[in-house]
């Protein structure tokens, strides 16, 4: 399936999670960081059909085992719980103890089912919840509907990011308004199999928690998966949305006459919060776009694309403003896809570099100039089929070493 490129879906840039219907948000400083606030929480007024995608990391962590848990129990989330600071991963039997009460806690204070409440955690792996400060910052959670709550949610959620990473999109389906709103975290460890870092959509639409399953699951190999930072998968990431149905839109589902309109909002919500956590990736001054075509697959056209935007090499030409067009050569030379060696063009930006294999003479200035832009567009052509797809990521900098060098101090 392809991105969908119609115009019936509006960005709101104004908007956000609290811009569907029915949904509040908050967040606090519950002592996790030194001053920053560190707890937050999505809460819908009534139980929303809920679709997740995760991790594919062996090392999963304890957040995500309880939140798939409450979800398929009945397809339905109210509410979902997120800290900042630990990432309570690898912390065994108590990491696992520690998440169903971060679960029963927010149950407990907001009267909702146990089941209904899903559990998010990011930041350092390997250290156990400080749950007293957890336990008081539940009790000071009080969700709203203004802007502000939107924003403390959104701060709650960020560990190294530099920014806040939002989006806002509408359409009209059934003759009805139908919102969509996206917040996500992320800047480091991200190179996903399923999903990346942590990415909450909230929606107003009415869908079954299975057909909205489907969706995420299409959007998602196209969107989160097609973003990569640094080749390093994390233990936490998940992309969970909840669909309330208070537009009173007819019920979504595949055969609905207009199921291309939601598809299509929920690949422009997800595709922009994936470039969004590209373009913060730690230390980073370059978003990379890569956009490869005429392979003999759309499956063949991401991994390439994704390989090129993930090459170390690649990042750090990207990075020094170096138009070294053999990189992304050697990037696509370690495909696992049948390539035809003897007819590939490249270029970046307006400029082409290789033309059915053959160089072609350029500036090396007019090329400087344009690697010195934030935003670098990356083309490759492969004569081979119909097959395109796009990956997203960033240049590999000097302050993604300081970074991460001191991550835990």
Not at 214 to 237: P, Y
Not at 241 to 252: E, F, P, R, W
Not at 378 to 394: F, N, R, S
């Amino acid at each position: 399936m392809q991105l969908v490129t119609q115009t019936k879906v509006t960005e709101l840039p104004m908007g956000s999670i609290l811009t569907p219907k029915g949904f509040r948000a908050a967040g606090v400083h519950a002592g996790l960081r030194y001053s920053k606030k560190d707890l937050g929480m999505i809460l819908s007024d009534t139980p929303a059909q809920c679709a997740a995608v995760y991790t594919t990391s062996h090392f999963q962590a304890a957040p995500l085992i309880v939140t798939q848990e409450s979800i398929a129990s009945e397809g339905l989330i109210q509410a979902v719980i997120v800290n900042s600071a630990c990432a309570n991963a690898c912390t065994g039997d108590q990491g696992l103890k520690d998440a169903y009460q971060m679960r029963k806690s927010a149950a407990d204070k907001f009267n909702l089912k146990e089941l209904h409440v899903a559990v998010a955690s990011t930041g350092v792996i390997g250290e156990y919840m400080q749950m007293d400060k957890i336990e008081e910052g539940i009790k000071m959670l009080e969700p709203g509907n203004e802007a502000l709550h939107s924003e403390d949610f959104q701060t709650a959620i960020l560990t190294t990011d530099l920014v806040m990473k939002k989006c806002c999109y509408s359409a009209v389906i059934d003759g009805k308004t139908v919102t969509m709103g996206g917040s996500a975290k992320g800047s480091g460890m991200i190179h996903p199999n399923m999903a990346t870092m942590l990415a909450f959509v909230t929606t107003d639409a009415n869908i079954d928690s299975s057909d909205l399953q489907l969706a995420l699951k299409q959007v998602t190999d196209q969107t989160f998966n097609q973003i990569t930072v640094d080749g390093d998968t994390s233990t936490n990431d998940m992309v969970l949305v909840m669909a309330n149905g208070t537009s009173g839109i007819n019920k979504l589902s595949p055969d609905h006459p207009e199921w291309d309109v939601f598809i299509e909002m929920l690949s422009k919500t997800s595709e922009s919060l994936a470039k969004q956590i590209a373009k913060d990736g730690e230390g980073a001054t370059k978003l990379i776009e890569v956009e490869v075509s005429g392979t003999k697959s759309d499956d063949d056209a991401r991994m390439i694309a994704k390989q090129i935007v993930g090459s170390n090499l690649v990042k750090t030409a990207i990075y020094g403003a170096d138009a070294n067009w053999g990189r992304i050569i050697g990037a696509i030379g370690q495909c696992q896809s049948a390539i035809d060696p003897s007819s590939v063009d490249i270029a970046i930006g307006p400029i082409v570099m290789l033309k059915n294999s053959e160089p072609l003479a350029f500036s090396e200035e007019v090329a400087k100039e344009y690697l010195s832009n934030a935003f670098i567009q990356i083309t490759v052509y492969l004569h081979q089929g119909e097959g395109k797809g796009k990956a997203w990521g960033c240049d590999l900098s000097y302050d993604y070493v300081k970074i991460n060098a001191s991550y835990r101090t």
